[in-house]
């Protein structure tokens, strides 16, 4: 049998115990065609990068699967009845991550580098940022002389 992760998107109205349930559901299918599935993970709701069948956020699960190839299309092929699935994805992997996946290792933000290099505070003051342009009064006096005598 081949190892495969398998993520979907369910639409956004439906509940987190509807997300398990169908999780339960596909698990019997791959179970009923004689596969495992291993860790299930549900990453939640999180907004889409563009509107997928008018939805702007879904709910997302992931499957490691270990099952034929029968099995894995029997699943997508109720996955594509079913309306409450947006989009699917199953991809053929040579082993299993252990521990959580990327999207469940939760990183501390005060860990992360800050993304202006940990400079420090430059002091401006209340003006702001200084500007190329911005370069004070005129040396040869305060005013530009009057519109009409400028040629």
Aim: proline letters at 5%.
């Amino acid at each position: 049998m081949a190892l495969y992760e398998h993520v979907f998107l369910a639409r956004q109205d439906v509940s987190a115990q509807q997300v398990d349930a169908l999780v339960e559901q596909y698990k019997g299918v791959i179970e009923a065609n004689g596969g495992t599935v291993g860790r299930i993970e549900n990453w939640g709701l999180k907004s889409l990068t563009y509107r997928i069948k008018k939805n702007r956020k879904a709910h997302y699960a992931l499957m490691d699967i270990d099952a034929p190839a029968a099995a894995i299309h029997e699943m997508e092929r109720q996955m594509r009845i079913n309306e409450d699935i947006l989009r699917y994805m199953t991809i053929a992997v040579e082993a299993h991550e252990e521990g959580p996946s990327a999207m469940m290792q939760k990183r501390d933000r005060d860990d992360r580098p800050r993304r202006d290099g940990d400079r420090p505070d430059r002091g401006f003051g209340d003006r702001g940022p200084r500007r190329d342009n911005d370069r004070g009064p005129r040396r040869d006096g305060d005013q530009r002389p009057p519109r009409e005598e400028r040629a």
